[in-house]
């Protein structure tokens, strides 16, 4: 499902919307004409077929509705992650200001170059679903100068302490970064949501309307509907994802308002 990421939202939101005006037009080919002609058309009552269908539309739009609601939360989880990631890296790198300039240069050094990584490398992989092996490297370079240093006095001990705890919490939430790349609506919801828009559209082709035109402009309204819904979900399923995803500006305003010492 990464391949849907590669298109332009607009292009994306288009096809969608394209996909299901045709099912629409189909399924009211395959369904209307049939009726029309059967002698059970004179027995349908609009009415009837029109209670039946508020109850299917009113139970997938809460399915819709709940679903849009659950990925919109998951966006914003995501984007606060990254705030709170930046905001981490931020942390550290005022902990290590307290270093002796022997040992704060190099660690300094390592951390801009880790964040610029994130920025210009991790991020771009992140749109196409790929995790970043490089940044793993990087990050693990500082680990190591930072474990390395050996603490003179109380006072740097303190400080040293500090910059651990800041790294630790670090590694944490780029863990959890990692892990919500991968993550999304689960692939059994995914056919509900389809078989449930093929069938409402199927629904809706069981009214009897005089004009074929005016049945099929009704339907292909339904239809665009369900297309920009469903491009919705999609475009905030994988938040990481895409060109609607979440952006480095915290990352991008930490090396410019906090690593400046460059």
């Known amino acids: 499902m990464v391949w849907l990421y590669n298109f332009p939202s607009w292009l994306l939101a288009l096809t969608l919307v394209l996909v299901f005006i045709a099912l629409s037009w189909l399924s009211l080919l395959l369904v209307r004409r ?10 349908i009552d609009n009415g009837t077929v029109g209670w039946f269908f508020s109850g299917v539309s009113l139970l997938y739009g809460l399915l819709l ?25 931020s942390v550290l790198y005022r902990n290590l200001s307290g270093y002796a300039p022997v040992q704060r240069k190099p660690l300094h050094a390592q951390l801009r170059r880790y ?24 990050f693990l370079r500082l680990q190591t100068l930072l474990l390395g240093y050996g603490p003179d006095t109380t006072a740097h001990e303190l400080i040293h ?17 990692a892990e919500a790349i991968g993550g999304g ?22 009214f009897v309307v005089p004009s074929f035109w005016f049945h099929g402009l009704l339907n292909s309204l339904l239809a665009i509907m369900l297309g920009l819904l469903i491009f919705l979900i999609v475009s905030l399923d994988h ?12 990352y991008e305003l930490v090396l410019k308002k906090v690593m400046i010492d460059f």
Request: net charge neutral.
């Open 239 to 250: 938040p990481y994802w895409g060109e609607v995803s979440v952006s480095t500006n915290a």
């Open 34 to 43: 049939p009726l029309q002609r059967s002698s059970t058309a004179a027995l």
């Open 115 to 138: 964040t610029q990584h994130i920025v210009q490398r991790s991020w771009p992989n992140q749109r196409l679903g790929i995790i970043d092996d490089e940044e793993s490297t990087e």
């Open 161 to 177: 302490q500090q910059a651990l705890q800041a790294f630790n919490n670090l590694a944490e939430l780029r863990r959890l970064r």
């Open 185 to 206: 609506v689960p692939a059994v919801i995914w056919w509900v949501v389809l078989l449930g828009a093929l069938l409402t559209l199927i629904f809706a082709g069981l």
């Open 65 to 89: 509705g709940l679903l849009t609601v659950a990925t919109w939360q998951n966006y914003t989880q995501a984007s606060g992650l990254a705030s709170r990631e930046a905001a981490q890296l």
